[in-house]
Every structure is written in C-alpha cells, then in structure tokens.
C-alpha cells in the first residue's frame, strides 16, 4: 500500500462488518464522500478501515487517494458560519454570534490534533461584513493559542459606538455628493489599527484578540476585498479551485475608495457584504452575506453584460429574510440553497416567501433548499438539542448534499441527494 490512508471515492459508501469470499458481509457504517479512513489491513478486493464510527471493511473500489472539496454549513444560530477544506487548505467564511464554530472546531472537527496539542492552522478566514451574527464567534477562535491563521480578509466596514459625524452614522465618515450619501470610512489592513479605539464592544473585543494573536505570531496578515479579486487560486487533485470576489464595489470620492451609503447602517454594511463565488472543477457555490434587495440590484447594475451569479449551491442571503430581489434569485439559478438561521429570533428567519422562491427560482425538476436549522434535532433521551449541519462534497463533477437524520444508526445515517 503506497499510503495507510484513503478517502471515501462516493457518498454513503458502505463500510462492512466482515467478510466472506471476498465481499463484503452486513453493512455497518456509511461514509460521506471525501470521508478520510485508516487503512490497517488489505484482503483482495478490500481493505480493513478505521473510521470515526465503527470500524470494519471496504471494497477498494469505493476508496480514492483524493479528498475532493467538502464544505460544512454549521448551525450557528441566527448567523452563518461555514467551513471548507480541500487538499491542504482550511477555510472559514463567518463564525457566527456565540460559541457554536469554536466548539465545533475543538470538541470535534480538529479533535484529532487539539487532543495531541497540535495547531491548526486556518489558511483563509473571511469576514463577509462585521454584524455579530457572522464574526463574533470567530473571536473565542483567535484567542485559542492551538489556532493559527495565515490571511483574514474583510468588507471594510467596521461599527463605532458613537455617532460624531454630520449624518450621524455609527459607520464612521459619510459625505454627500450630488445628493447621494458615501461613506468613506474604509478599512484594510485591521493590523495597523488600535484595539482601544472608539468602536463598537464586539469590534473592539475582535480587534483585542486579533492583535493578541498577531502579537503571539499566529496571524499572517488581514486584508480588505472588493469586486474582481481572486484571493484564492490553486490546482488541487487535477482540478482549479478558486475563489472569486463578486461583490463589493467601490465607488471613487475625491479619488478614494467609498461605498454607496443607503438608508441606514444596516441597509449599507449588509448591502456591502463579501460575496464570494467558489470553483472547484465544474461545481460552483456561492457565499452571499446579508445581501438585501437595494444592493442586489446595484450589484447586477455592474455587471450589465455578465452572468457570474449563477452557481450549484448557494448559501442564501441574510439566512431568509424578506429582504430580496427576485431577479437576482433568478441569476444565481442555483440547484440547492442552503439557509443558515436560528431559534427564537425577533425576524421569524428564514421567512416563508425566501423560501419559497429559494425553490421556484431554482434549477432542477425538483430544486433542494436546506436550512440549518431544521438540521437541529433533539435527542429523545437526554432532551439534548444535536445542533444541525448540512455536508456539501464534491470532486470537481458530482456534488452531493447530505444531513443526519434525525434518529439514525450507523448503516443508515445520512439523507443524502446528488446534484
């Protein structure tokens, strides 16, 4: 055997207790694709695996070398939080408000490392906008020392707690030209600023850990995106993967960059939101933010004779709100939408007309919407609440889209539908 380690080559491959006349005898485990395994023992066709379930035995066949992309949509709460990984790249889009991404990381993603006092190293982290419901769970992650982070990428946009400027934004510096409001209070490189300055509580205690971190040597470096950068680019296992920045724009003030200021605060730094476009292979998926129907529309303003919305996957936008253009759910065509949003909110996310059109402006005979929150479960004994997850894995051709039922067993674990 070259290597003592494989990958699940399909979704919901079996794994058998024993076997016998070399097949496989009773199922007792199924994997998702890209779901890595030891290999410990080798029998004609089959190999003997050790996984994070029961262990037992695999044909050959339904093994691979390569990992493919696998992206984890957590249940967050009222908030979004996402992991990807692929070939050696760890990615985050979001945290979420409270505990939920740093516990998922250290209680079970990254266990086998934390638990031997290995780092884990985070190669990309993107903030889509600060709001506290997509980076305020990211804080607990910086202050953890086993956690290092090679670069953080941002919006611009960050909150203050007062409001001294003429149009009293608590977004920093705002001017008015030719009747349209701009806010030119951007930001890039969060390294350079003070933790103490006169922000928001939750971007003062972001800023305290991130130049906690930087001081500690854990922190590459933190940028600012915008429309047409490509912050990430390999070839990975024979495919491209790549992601692209569609959104935001900036307009020119005096020769600076600024941002078009809407109605308010909210309306302007969720309108501004990172919104990213994946590619690995022929799939694509779509990270959107807290996009709303005014800047959706200025958005497909910029690309009059361009069509890059269009993808496989999207997450939606602000986890379902009401807030949304038609015509831009009718561009991004997806075949699946994932929405991320929790429990007791005063939003009532994610509303009924979201997801409603998430499926009537969809691709497919019969289109795919996923919430995590519906994901959530309880267990029947304990009362505990299973937070919820929805798996995307794809090798560069097929996607599938899996979540755990709600009372399973190992053979029969994962209700899973193929793109």
């Known amino acids: 055997m070259a290597k003592p380690f494989k990958y699940a080559a399909k979704n919901e491959a079996p794994v058998y207790e024993s076997i016998s006349n070399n097949k496989g005898v009773k199922i007792i485990n199924r994997l998702l694709m890209g779901t890595y395994v030891g290999i410990s023992e080798e029998a004609g066709d089959l190999f003997k695996v050790v996984t994070a379930g029961p262990d037992g035995w695999m044909k050959k066949s339904d093994l691979t070398d390569n990992m493919g ?29 409270g505990n939920h991404m740093h516990g998922y ?26 709001d506290a419901d997509h980076y305020k769970g990211l804080i607990k992650v910086l202050e953890n020392p086993l956690f290092t982070f090679g670069t953080i990428y941002h919006a611009g946009i960050l909150k203050f707690a007062a409001r001294n400027n003429p149009y009293n934004t608590g977004l920093g510096d705002v001017v008015k030209v030719d009747k349209q409001k ?22 003062n205690l972001f800023m305290k850990a991130l130049l906690k971190a930087r001081d500690e ?44 200021y809407w109605n308010d605060d909210g309306k302007t730094i969720n309108g501004h939101s990172l919104v990213l476009k994946a590619t690995f292979g022929q799939r694509t998926m779509m ?44 561009k991004v065509n997806p075949y699946a939408t994932v929405i991320s949003s929790g429990d007791n909110e005063g939003f009532s996310h994610p509303r009924a007309d979201a997801i409603g059109c998430a499926g009537k402006y969809a691709r497919g005979a019969r289109p795919l ?28 051709n097929e996607i599938y889209i899996s979540q755990m039922k709600e009372v399973n067993k190992p053979s029969d674990i994962w209700d899973s539908y193929k793109l």
């Not at 009362?383 to 894995?393: D, E, S, T």
Request: hydrophobic share 35%; net charge negative; aromatic share 12%.
């Open 105 to 130: 990381l250290t209680k079970w993603q990254y266990t086998y490392l934390l638990r031997y006092k290995k780092p884990v190293h985070i190669d990309y982290v993107f903030i889509s906008h600060f």
């Open 182 to 203: 701009y806010l030119t209070g951007i930001f890039d490189d969060l390294l350079t600023l003070e933790s103490e300055a006169a922000y928001n509580r939750d971007v």
């Open 369 to 396: 919407v996923y919430s995590t929150e519906l994901a959530r479960s309880v267990n029947s004994r304990s009362k505990k609440v299973l937070f919820g997850m929805i798996n995307l894995r794809s090798n560069g």
């Open 287 to 330: 990270f959107g933010g807290d996009l709303n129907t005014q800047s959706e529309e200025y958005i497909m303003s910029k690309y009059p004779d361009a069509h890059p919305f269009e993808v496989d996957v999207a997450k939606a936008c602000h986890h379902g709100s009401s807030d949304f253009s038609e015509q831009f759910m009718q």
């Open 217 to 260: 040597n854990r922190v590459g470096q933190v940028k600012r995106l915008k429309s047409g950068d490509v912050p990430v680019s390999q070839n990975i296992e024979g495919n491209t993967f790549k992601i692209e920045v569609l959104a935001p724009f900036n307009e020119k003030v005096n020769n600076k960059d600024a941002f078009l």
């Open 69 to 97: 992309l696998k992206v984890f949509y957590l249940d967050v709460g009222q908030g979004d939080g996402v992991l990807l990984e692929i070939g050696n790249l760890r990615i985050l889009i979001d945290g979420g408000p």
